[in-house]
T-cell receptor, first 115, second 112 residues
């Protein structure tokens, strides 16, 4: 039982390049989330998917797109990377729909640097 | 807009001490509050989840309390161990259930 997995673990991009961060969970959870973590700012929600086929914006969605490919997978795409998107990205999943009332389980993170 | 604050930002204690981590939030209309642990370079692990109708939750040496009306939660760690060294984050879910807001975390170091 792998839980929540993320690929890649590390990535360096140049400004303007695009990439997709992959996330998969094997717990049959309904909801999935993408967060970014910056020093001193805690985690901020980028996008979430309360159920297969739905996605909603979080606190900081600009510059990102997401796809809920199926119940297991939720990807995050940067179309034109900017240095401000240098961060650690975490994917999470939860049994419930949305944020109620279940725990969230987190992946190990992707460390992205944009130069 | 909900704001979550954790004080102190960093804490160093000798092994065996009991300690308290603090979390405060500005909007008391919350659905639940979670405490997480994050080890360096790793993801988050959920420690305790307190529903808004609850006052506290316990798991082993950990006890989390919630005072929704005053916008505060505390995480009590009994008999701290070096293995407890990590960053501890609290997060609140709003009543609508569509937003989870994190605090900046408290970095704990327990010295042998």
């Amino acid at each position: 039982n792998a839980g929540v997995t993320q690929t890649p673990k590390f990535q360096v991009l140049k400004t303007g390049q695009s990439m997709t961060l992959q996330c998969a969970q094997d717990m049959n959870h309904n909801s999935m989330y993408w967060y970014r973590q910056d020093p001193g700012m805690g985690l901020r929600l980028i996008y979430y998917s309360a159920s297969e086929g739905t996605t909603d914006k979080g606190e900081v969605p600009n510059g990102y797109n997401v796809s809920r490919l199926n119940k297991r997978e939720f990807s995050l795409r940067l179309e034109s990377a900017a240095p401000s998107q240098t961060s650690v990205y975490f994917c999470a999943s939860s049994e419930g729909q949305g944020f109620l009332p279940y725990e969230q389980y987190f992946g190990p993170g992707t460390r992205l640097t944009v130069t | 807009k909900q704001e979550v604050t954790q004080i102190p930002a960093a804490l160093s204690v000798p092994e065996g001490e009991n300690l308290v981590l603090n979390c405060s939030f500005t909007d008391s209309a919350i659905y639940n509050l979670q405490w997480f642990r994050q080890d360096p370079g790793k993801g988050l692990t959920s420690l305790l989840l307190i529903q808004s109708s609850q006052r506290e939750q316990t798991s082993g040496r950990l006890n989390a309390s919630l005072d929704k009306s005053s916008g505060r939660s505390t995480l009590y760690i009994a008999a701290s161990q070096p293995g407890d060294s990590a960053t501890y984050l609290c997060a609140v879910t709003n009543n609508a259930g569509n937003m989870l807001t994190f605090g900046g975390g408290t970095r704990l170091m327990v010295k042998p």
